[in-house]
DNA sequence: GAGATTATGTCAGCCTCTGACATTCGGCAA
DNA sequence: TTGCCGAATGTCAGAGGCTGACATAATCTC
């Protein structure tokens, strides 16, 4: 096993071939765990979990848990992370004649509404993410470890706006202002999304990033008051 | 002392009270720890750092550190924390007649401003804040933890917000949106004034935060190819 | 100065996370 | 099939963060 194991992701020499039973093996118990951690965290919150319950749920070592996540945190951000990987991949392929800010929010929804359509149960499924946001936001050492991620993934998409208008973005501040501006939109939206009583559901955050992404120009315009 | 000891943030029947010894006992071994840890963390890093070795630097129970930090990323925050609230305190007091994104420009502005102006050293210095920064943005558990504490100060900000702009925050979502875009927009200022070899000092941190301001517009416009 | 408050120290202990080393298991080729 | 190699797992020991409980010492109040 490869120090510290990042997450697997799929890179293009795989695409095809039949992984072995070692790897079968091995995505297995990472899936098992992260499934586990997932019920004990539900059920009795992340905090008054220990590491030694979610590793002897599954039959393996502590020892071995932190072969797979770094820590904690990482186990309990393991689903959201996938999904942030897909939206990337989403904004990867919008078309070059969308401006930047609607590729962004053609691509969210339509990673939202992807993987809502996708496999419904199961460890990676998107409404465990769902449940799993609401516990992020209330436990602060999540919320914190979950923001870095988000701001990992902002760089992320800095990198491709600057591919996709052709610029430099070591230049040109647009990308990174739109890219911050786009994250801290998701956020609250999905502040607001755990907070009030919201359609549940993938549909339901798709209409809380919907609404959120019209009031961007209001916001910025000038006095509010009527 | 109160349990768990929240930031001492001066009440108003403070004012014009003289505080006992044992008032200024508790502010100075404070004052000390954050000076002590400011000083291992510059010189060792924040992870070689033991909250031993800073408790023992000042002379106290490691106990004691944590009756007046949570935890160690606080008293790596702490600097900033005080520069934040010092902020808020701007913004409240910016005139009704600008509008909410010129207020918080303003905001910003001054509070860098009258702190680099303030006491230039010492525990509470503004450009210890700005080593800080430097440290915090290269350490992943203080990033995440700092964070964190951005977002709690943007919820204040849609706050004072929608008090001077006398709406409701739940009703109306534009006070959220502009916060979080002026919360991510300080974020990336932060983190270019890091990261290049800007000038150093407060009045470089404003030059970069005027330069990100000025890239707002343009980046919500249209298309970005010229 | 006596008693009530409050801060500090001490101690024991849980939990997260890591390095080192031994063991077992899957992949692969003779 | 057998045997070897490398990869995954287990075991163990230990550092470091953090907390509750209780005792002690310092300040405050009258």
């Known amino acids: ?17 039949a992984p072995g039973l070692r790897e079968r093996k091995k995505q297995q118990t990472r899936d098992a765990l992260v ?5 004990l965290f539900l059920s ?24 797979y996540f770094a820590n904690k945190d990482e186990v309990a951000l393991a689903v959201m992370a996938d999904a ?43 409404s465990s993410a769902l449940e799993l946001l609401r516990i992020i936001e209330e436990t602060p050492a999540l919320l914190a470890a979950h923001l870095r991620r988000v701001t990992e993934q902002e760089r992320l998409v800095v990198q491709v706006l600057a591919e996709r208008e052709g610029l430099d973005p070591a230049e040109d501040l647009r990308p990174v202002v739109l890219a911050a501006v786009f994250g801290s939109l998701l956020r609250s939206a999905h502040l607001s999304w755990t907070a ?24 910025l315009a000038g006095h509010w008051r009527s």
Chains 1, 2 share one sequence.
């Open 1 to 17: 096993m490869a120090a510290h194991t990042p997450r697997p992701v799929g890179t293009p020499e795989d695409l095809g071939r």
């Open 35 to 39: 499934q586990a951690a997932h019920l």
């Open 44 to 67: 009795q919150g992340f905090a008054r979990t220990t590491v030694d319950e979610i590793a002897s749920a599954v039959d393996v070592s502590q020892r071995t848990f932190f072969r």
């Open 84 to 126: 942030e990987d897909y939206f990337i991949e989403c904004l990867r392929r919008r078309p070059a004649e969308e401006t930047p800010l609607q590729a962004l929010r053609a691509s969210i929804v339509k990673a939202w509404r992807d993987l809502g359509n996708a496999r419904t149960s199961g460890p990676g499924s998107i």
């Open 196 to 219: 009030e009583q919201e359609p549940a559901g993938p549909e339901g955050m798709v209409t809380v990033i919907e609404r959120h992404f019209d009031q961007l120009g209001p916001a």
